[in-house]
């Protein structure tokens, strides 16, 4: 097979954060350059790219100029705006594609994307002005999740439909745009798959991530989830189906919700309904860095490169062990230094100045039980 | 204790190439911001650099600008000029310490060193004319080996004096500066202790490396070395002395001779005897990126910034496992397609565009028996 990059290459990345700094880093280790490009000229992925742009992501001067320094675009984010992906496109590779992208920064589209990939989700209705959210409201009933179609992440654009709650005030809340209900799901727990396609059709996915979220914010996953063998497979098989259909290159990640009794005694019915796709990498895949043979970083550049997919296995895989990832939110950074001094830990910080509540500072991977004990 | 450095604090690099390179990935790891010195525009350690400075390190304004963006220095190469070293450490903490650089830089000085520490060598004279090389010569015998007293590496700057050689020749070709004499020493193995030591004494051992050479370039190492219990141990002894009397900070890595019969039978009488102290991280150690708890670059790192040093253990680590790093020298890069799609293998490209001979472009990483076949 052809490779879409050699070493040496420049990968474009939109966006420049603690994922596009850690696809920076995987980058690196494989010989390839990086351009960055984001708005914000403190964004902590710049500190370790071989070039950096600084502009908004409507800039076409700039845009047509970072593309004429890449072989190949990709992203961190899903929200970039079509007409910037279309811009990219027409001047190089970029993956995962913008029909991609377009599927998975709407909502709505997604719902409906794996309602015809026979996939179950919560049950949605479209909500565009507060009279349909009424007559949404009388279907789907209460508690509900009114959510904005576009730019939401980390609980932001959504808000719990609660009895009594005024329609069009809470309609107005979210800025009167686009939105969609969804009924409230109620989950026995939270997973994600993250999983990687080449364009090859080459699939690879991780051990199942099992999420716990404090304040719509990821706090911390383990790995392998603890299910019943049949639910993990589904749940891979899913995301196959949904990389498949999008003819997907790059690393993945779908959550999903585990409903029904999922104790592992698997005699209970269990069903798994796909919450939201993450057309990247993912924050739940973090523990790879350490936990996994081939981190999810360095996946994603290989998907996107169109080189072979590396090896997925989870490190700390004997009998009894698993790999636990703690995100380290706002104030949680300030124990650095215990971490650091804890045998085993695998400390990560991002490089952002200031801890402000809810953002991500860095985070933790533990073999547990660590094997140097 | 208090830290000497905190996140986001900024590392300077003196050396590009790739143990700057690396050296540079380990800290933005950290949360740490790194400014690369170094001559060459092409520098690999660029890439990945929060700031770039390209100037001789000869060059005093620079060298002082440099100093004033940093709240610590440290370097990839032990040639650093002493001039350069007291400019630096007049501005900001050098790590390892200017008085360490001095003993390592010299190939005379460092012998004194170890004599000093009653640490066996191979039996060396001072050369400082060829006069003092044919003196040298009767006393040490032939073959032995005439090595510059500075700037040598993988090779340079030694030349091997066989029966019959014209001494005033080869003391010329070398440049006639100052030389010594060494003995060869008919050794069984080569091996390589690569450890850390912090400001505070704390100190880690990696796993002894068995080094393989091929045209005076290290071409693989093998972790752990097959060696006697005993003998490793004192190996690790040997640098914790050597550590100690330098007040060193950082990873050092000493290079050693196995003298006699290495079998693992232990009664044989085997003998180690030290060839070489490099102050800094060491291609030998390459292998603890993918094959240790805490890799040399993170754990050099962590030891100037006087933080906890990382566990130094090693993956891999089941009976029977052990981990092998391959350098990819020259042409030997253009095997990364191939190594890309080998279950396991881990790859490092150093982003050098010019495989030209001798030069080192990557390694690749195994555990072996590979976990995942």
């Known amino acids: 097979m052809p490779f879409d990059l050699v070493p ?99 909502r709505l589209a997604e719902k409906e994307f794996l309602a015809a990939a026979s996939i179950k989700t919560a049950p949605y209705m479209k909500v565009d002005d507060a009279g349909a959210l009424a007559r949404a409201v009388a279907q789907i009933g209460r508690p509900s999740i009114l959510k904005t179609r576009r730019f939401g992440y980390d609980g932001k654009g959504q808000v719990l439909l609660r009895e009594g709650a005024d329609l069009a005030v809470t309609f107005r809340t979210l800025g009167g745009t686009p939105a969609i209900l969804e009924a409230v799901v109620p989950f026995a727990k939270e997973i994600s798959v ?64 585990v409903v029904g009794e999922a104790d592992g005694r698997g005699d ?34 290989r998907a996107i490169a169109g080189w072979p997919l590396g090896a997925p296995n989870r490190l700390g895989a004997q009998e009894g062990e698993h790999v636990e990832m703690e995100n380290l939110i706002g104030e949680d950074v300030l124990a650095w230094a215990k971490i650091l001094g804890e045998p085993g830990a695998c400390l990560h910080l991002y490089g952002k100045a200031e801890a402000r509540p809810g953002r991500k500072m860095g985070h933790v991977t ?8």
Chains 1, 2 share one sequence.
């Open 8 to 106: 040496g290459a420049t990968i474009g990345i939109l966006g420049g954060g603690q994922l596009g700094r850690m696809l920076a880093l995987a980058a690196a280790k494989l010989g390839l350059k990086t351009h960055v490009y984001a708005e914000d000229p403190e964004s902590p992925a710049f500190d370790v790219a071989s070039m950096r742009t600084i502009a908004p992501y409507e800039d076409e001067m700039a845009l047509t100029e970072f593309a004429g320094t890449v072989e190949l675009v990709t992203y961190e984010f899903e929200n970039v705006p079509s007409r910037t992906a279309s811009i990219l496109s027409a001047a190089c590779l970029v993956r995962p594609s913008p029909e991609t992208l377009a599927v998975c920064q709407d």
């Open 194 to 257: 993250v999983a990687a396609r080449g364009p090859d059709n080459a699939f690879a996915a991780y051990d199942i991530c099992e999420n716990i979220h404090e304040n719509h914010i990821l706090k911390s996953t383990r790995a392998p989830a603890r299910l019943p063998k049949e639910i993990a497979a589904e749940a891979v098989r899913l995301t196959r189906v949904i990389v498949d259909a999008l003819d997907y290159s790059g690393v993945i990640a779908v959550e999903m919700f």
């Open 268 to 301: 209970a019915r269990i069903e798994l309904c796909v919450n939201e796709i993450a057309p990247r990498v993912h924050n739940s895949g973090h523990w790879t860095l350490d936990g996994a043979v081939t981190s999810q970083f360095e996946q994603h550049i």
């Open 366 to 373: 533990r073999i547990v039980p660590s094997p140097i004990l």
